[in-house]
């Protein structure tokens, strides 16, 4: 039976967040943020760790409450005030989502020894799709060198076209604070 209007479906966890998620240090908190369906943080809780899941997607989160090892947060990423300020991550975790003006606000709240497991489309996107405004779209290279300026070390690195889970151009980086 398809999924009604208004329920949003989880989709299996990203195979880049899933493969590098065992590099985030045990025992510690973990941000997923722009979490949408929270597929990345029932992931997360199911491996120990305590998530925030974050999204201004009231009905995404909503069915995030409750869930063991989940603390589900409707926020605005984008407003002028941060809502995150203060916090600190073993781990954060940002898939499909770009905000530039709040990217340099998301990797000082990395701890030292945190991984920062990042992929989000790229330009050349629109070809297959939205997003497709070069706003939402990074350009070659660009989470390498966000990372860089942070004073993050490189672990892995990806960028061009992927067919699944969809046909799509991505850029995906996997980087600790050392």
């Known amino acids: 039976m398809p999924a009604s209007p208004n329920e949003i479906p989880i989709l299996p966890p990203s195979p880049w ?20 369906s929270g597929r990345h943080a029932r992931l997360l809780a199911e491996r120990g760790f305590a998530v925030a899941a974050v999204d201004r997607d009231f009905a995404a989160i909503a069915k995030l409450q409750g869930q063991p090892g989940i603390e ?14 203060g916090r600190c991550f073993a781990g954060i975790v940002v ?5 530039r ?12 020894g945190g991984v920062l497991i990042y992929e989000t489309f790229m330009l050349g ?18 989470l390498r060198q966000w990372a860089a300026t942070a004073g993050l070390r490189e672990i892995a690195f990806e960028e061009g076209y992927v067919d699944r889970p969809k046909p799509a151009m991505r850029q995906a980086i996997c980087a600790v604070r050392e």
């Open 125 to 142: 996107n629109a070809a297959y799709g939205k997003p497709s405004s070069p706003q939402f779209l990074l350009r070659p290279g660009e």
């Open 95 to 99: 898939a499909n989502y770009l905000w």
């Open 17 to 36: 967040v899933e493969g590098h998620c065992r590099l985030i240090p045990p025992g510690g908190a973990v941000l997923d943020l722009a979490c949408g």
């Open 72 to 85: 589900a947060i409707v926020a605005d990423l984008e407003g002028d005030s941060w809502p995150l300020a």
């Open 101 to 112: 003006p709040r990217l340099p606000d998301v990797l000082a709240m990395l701890a030292p």
